[in-house]
T-cell receptor
Framework: GDSVTQMEGPVTLSEEAFLTINCTYT??????LFWYVQYPGEGLQLLLK?????DKGSNKGFEATYRKETTSFHLEKGSVQVSDSAVYFC?????????????FGQGTRLTINP | ETGVTQTPRHLVMGMTNKKSLKCEQH?????MYWYKQSAKKPLELMFV???????ENNSVPSRFSPECPNSSHLFLHLHTLQPEDSALYLC????????????????FGSGTRLTVV
């Protein structure tokens, strides 16, 4: 079945450092790809998405490019802030009877120190 | 305001209790989902409803019983739970793609933190 693998956390960085969180996927078709973020005590929020190969999703300084040849969707940010501390989930979509099922990676906890 | 509201935010229940979790969305979506999030485990999809019909049940124990009376509401009825059922239960909604709409991902609620004692 479809699956998503993220780099293991936790990841700890200093403020203004460059961030990369790796994500690779296995899918039989051409799924859409997503990054979700979960701040402490909250549900997941959509951060960015890409629907086809070579698409780049971006939001709040974060970017990820849909790479079909390497089946990857790595999350990057050039200069992180303390407020970016959260858990990040990579996900792909799988269609079942009209409903889009999201398959999530295990999540990567990010901590940014001042 | 996320558009998906879950109540209660926190729930403590004994193993012999019966309780229900409620999820409500005002986004016009017609697919709804229950996920379980436990510490140090990946998000587990429990139930999927599309157009108020259950389309997936991922081998969830019968002590969890979902109900979707209309496209805006989703319930999770709980009875005789075990301590290992303690977790954050997340509800989400989306627009079904058969209507021709593009899929924009899920909108999640803030979750119900459940503790079984």
């Amino acid at each position: 079945g479809d699956s998503v693998t993220q780099m293991e956390g936790p990841v700890t960085l200093s403020e203004e450092a460059f961030l990369t969180i790796n994500c690779t996927y296995t899918a039989t078709g051409y799924p859409s790809l997503f990054w979700y973020v979960q701040y402490p005590g909250e549900g997941l929020q959509l951060l960015l998405k890409a629907t086809k190969a070579d698409d780049k999703g971006s939001n709040k300084g974060f970017e990820a490019t849909y790479r079909k040849e390497t089946t990857s969707f790595h999350l990057e940010k050039g200069s992180v802030q303390v407020s970016d501390s959260a858990v990040y989930f990579c996900a792909l979509s799988d269609l079942i009877q009209g409903a889009q099922k999201l398959v999530f990676g295990q999540g990567t906890r990010l901590t940014i120190n001042p | 305001e996320t558009g998906v509201t879950q109540t209660p935010r926190h729930l403590v229940m004994g193993m012999t209790n019966k309780k229900s979790l409620k999820c409500e969305q005002h986004l016009g979506h017609n697919a709804m989902y229950w996920y379980k999030q436990s510490a140090k485990k990946p998000l587990e999809l429990m139930f999927v409803y599309s157009l108020e019909e259950r389309v997936e049940n991922n081998s969830v124990p019968s002590r969890f019983s979902p109900e979707c009376p209309n496209s805006s509401h989703l319930f999770l009825h709980l009875h005789t739970l075990q301590p290992e059922d303690s977790a954050l239960y997340l509800c989400a909604s989306s627009q079904d793609v058969l209507s021709g709409a593009l899929f924009h991902g899920y909108t999640f609620g803030s979750g119900t933190r459940l503790t079984v004692v």
